[in-house]
């Protein structure tokens, strides 16, 4: 089990009681190990994370993230109002379908979520984390004064994510000639809405593939037809694995609500220019800037252990211009050794871990190590 997981309290199948998606009952027959993750039943895994991790780098493999939370945006100031409570500029949602990966901040200029917003037909769709529900619905709504936008949570929708290399092959597959050709039209970051399914070239494994928002009463059979197809089933503990491979952050472990986005690798997720938008927590982010010039900041970068032993969540990282701490750390099966995600001093260039009671070396890396199943780091 991963170190993004340790809380999570594994349950018989008997035994669960949180909130439950509408492909439940699938996940059981595919012999899943359920756990509790953020009050909602989901599988951890179908007998082997590493397996389920290793199928989505070399075929295709399906995830249920039908827990995650769409949220769609309309109305007059639509436009206006994700300007002001996005870090990054929906302005540059030129078309329909167009995707932007944004922070949505604090005053403090701390992270409040990470997320994506689709441009749309009616205005814009928000996928945020289903952690941060309650917190992220309360804040958007906090910050509508002054705005004519309707904000409406889609709990009918179900979300299914297929990667791999040959994920968008084995969709078309099962889809209809008229889906399956639009579908293959797509590119990166891009999605189409198709009738009441929307289809996007988006997803959080390093991977090709598409993740599909759709009525939630179609979910289980397109879930068989999937299976039937050759897509495997991954739980949650290869999708952690495969992000931080990836080095894609996971709220609450790699950035939350006192951590500033600059001290989390998620610059590219702020719009600076044009200068006289407004946004919320830009004054904040602004100092932060001029902190981390100065080296007053911390960063989030990689680390990588080519000997034995395994970096976890947690522990004390040793720099020669003081401590940091991993955020995010696992065996990477794709490179066969550990690799973590690390906040640490900015000017680092050198650091150890206590592995095991060992100060043991490790290398600083840019964070991200593995792009279509290839290392991607020096």
């Not at 082997?48 to 780098?57: T, W, Y």
């Not at 952690?131 to 904000?151: C, E, Q, Y």
């Amino acid at each position: 089990m991963t170190p993004s997981f340790q809380a999570m309290n594994s349950q018989s199948k008997a035994a669960t009681m949180g909130k439950q998606t509408p492909l439940y009952q699938n996940h059981l027959d595919a012999n899943a190990k359920m756990v509790d993750f953020a009050d909602w039943d989901m599988p951890i895994n179908y007998g082997s994370q590493i397996e389920e991790h290793n199928l989505v780098r070399t075929s295709a493999g399906v995830f249920d993230v039908s827990h995650m939370t769409v949220v769609d945006i309309s109305g007059e100031d639509a436009l206006a109002y994700l300007r002001f409570l996005l870090a990054n500029d929906v302005a540059k949602l030129d078309a329909d379908g167009r995707a932007l990966y944004s922070a949505m901040l604090n005053e403090e200029g701390g992270v409040v979520d990470d997320l994506i917003v689709y441009r749309m037909s009616f205005g814009f769709r928000v996928v945020v984390n289903c952690g941060t529900r309650a917190k992220d619905l309360s804040w958007m709504v906090k910050n509508t004064a002054g705005f004519r936008v309707h904000i409406a949570e889609k709990p009918q929708l179900a979300i299914l994510a297929v990667h791999g290399p040959e994920a968008i092959d084995k969709v078309c597959e099962v889809l209809d000639s008229d889906k399956a050709e639009a579908v293959r039209q797509l590119t990166n970051f891009r999605g189409i809405e198709l009738g009441d399914w929307f289809i996007a070239r988006t997803g959080y494994t390093g991977e090709k593939g598409l993740e599909l928002i759709f009525p939630s009463e179609l979910a289980s059979d397109f879930w068989d037809r999937l299976l039937s197809a050759g897509v495997k089933p991954v739980g949650l503990g290869a999708r952690d694995t495969l992000r931080l491979e990836a080095g894609m952050n996971l709220y609450g472990h790699d950035m939350d609500d006192s951590i500033s986005p600059l001290a989390a690798n998620m610059e590219q997720t702020i719009a600076w220019v044009p200068e006289e938008r407004d946004f919320v927590g830009k004054e904040a982010v602004l100092k932060h800037k001029q902190l981390q010039q100065s080296g007053g900041l911390p960063i989030l970068t990689g680390l990588v252990l080519e000997q034995r032993g395994v970096l976890r969540e947690g522990q004390i990282v040793h720099t020669d211009c003081g401590e940091g701490v991993i955020t995010s750390g696992s065996f990477s099966p794709t490179l066969k050794h550990s690799i973590a995600l690390a906040r640490i001093p900015l000017s680092s260039t050198s650091c150890e871990v206590d592995i095991r009671g060992t100060m043991t070396a490790v290398r600083i890396v840019k964070p991200n190590f593995v792009r279509f199943g290839k290392k991607i780091f020096e």
